[in-house]
C-alpha cells in the first residue's frame, strides 16, 4: 500500500506524440484514484522551437533561453492538467512550497520547471524532497543509463543498477554529457541525502511506468548511495 508520494518526471518528448500522451494521461488517471502522485513536464519540442527561435533573434542570455523553457514545460503542464481534471490540482504548480500544500489535498499535481540552470530531473528530485517522496520514476529519453555516452562510444555498457554517488562521479569525469544523462550532481546529492531511489524508463514504451512503480526494473535504477 502507498504511504508516501511518487515523483513523475515526463521528458517533454511524450507531448510530441498524441497517442502516446493519451496512453500515460490514462494510467495517470487510474493511479491517481489510489495514491498521490506529483508530475514534473519537460519542455519538449515547444521549448527546442522557441529557444531556436530566440537565438535566431539573437538572445544570448542562457537566463533567458532557460526561462523560455520553464513556460514551455508549464504549457506542457497545464495541457496535462485540463486533460486530467477533476483529478489533478487546477493549476500549475510554480514552487516546492505550493506543491506541498497542494498534494495534501489533491492525490495528482502536475508542474514543469522552477528555475534557470536546472534540468527537469533535477527539479523532480527537489520536488521529492519537499513532499518527502522515496520514489522517483524517470520516463526519459534514454532507455537506460550507461557506462558512457553510447552516440560516441561503440563499447558503452548498459547500467541496469548504478549509486548515484557513481553516476556523480561518471558526469564529473565528463563521459556523459550533460544532455545525455539528463540530470546534475546536486540532484544525485539531494537524492543520496533524502534516500530517493529513481527508476530511469524509455518514455517510449508507456507500461513501464506501471513497472516501475511495481518495483521492477524496466530501465536503470539509481540507488540513494
Known amino acids: 500500500?502507498?504511504?508516501?508520494?511518487?515523483?513523475?518526471?515526463?521528458?517533454?518528448?511524450?507531448?510530441?506524440?498524441?497517442?502516446?500522451?493519451?496512453?500515460?494521461?490514462?494510467?495517470?488517471?487510474?493511479?491517481?484514484?489510489?495514491?498521490?502522485?506529483?508530475?514534473?513536464?519537460g519542455g519538449g519540442g515547444i521549448a527546442r522551437k522557441y529557444i531556436s527561435m530566440a537565438k535566431e533573434l539573437g538572445v544570448k542570455s542562457n537566463y533567458w533561453l532557460d526561462h523560455i523553457g520553464i513556460q514551455a514545460s508549464r504549457l506542457n503542464a497545464l495541457l496535462l492538467i485540463s486533460a486530467l481534471y477533476p483529478y489533478a490540482y487546477p493549476k500549475v504548480v510554480e514552487t516546492l512550497e505550493e506543491a506541498v500544500n497542494a498534494i495534501t489535498n489533491y492525490n495528482l499535481v502536475v508542474m514543469g520547471g522552477l528555475i534557470p540552470g536546472q534540468s527537469t530531473v533535477a527539479?523532480?528530485?527537489?520536488?521529492?524532497?519537499?513532499?518527502?517522496?522515496d520514489t522517483l520514476v524517470d520516463i526519459a529519453a534514454i532507455d537506460y543509463v550507461y557506462d558512457k555516452d553510447p552516440k560516441v562510444y561503440r563499447d558503452a555498457q548498459r547500467l541496469y543498477t548504478i549509486n548515484a554517488s557513481e553516476l556523480a562521479m561518471l558526469l564529473e569525469q565528463k563521459k556523459l554529457p550533460g544532455e545525455y544523462a539528463l540530470i546534475d550532481t546536486r540532484a544525485l546529492e539531494l537524492a543520496i541525502r533524502s534516500r530517493i531511489k529513481i527508476y530511469v524508463t524509455y518514455y517510449k514504451v508507456p507500461e513501464n511506468l506501471i513497472k516501475a512503480l511495481r518495483g521492477e526494473n524496466p530501465g536503470t535504477i539509481i540507488y540513494p548511495r
Open 1 to 41: 500500500m502507498q504511504t508516501k508520494p511518487i515523483v513523475i518526471k515526463l521528458t517533454g518528448k511524450v507531448f510530441e506524440e498524441l497517442k502516446l500522451l493519451a496512453r500515460y494521461i490514462g494510467d495517470l488517471e487510474k493511479l491517481a484514484k489510489n495514491g498521490k502522485y506529483v508530475v514534473v513536464t
Open 123 to 133: 527539479v523532480a528530485v527537489e520536488v521529492a524532497e519537499a513532499v518527502g517522496a
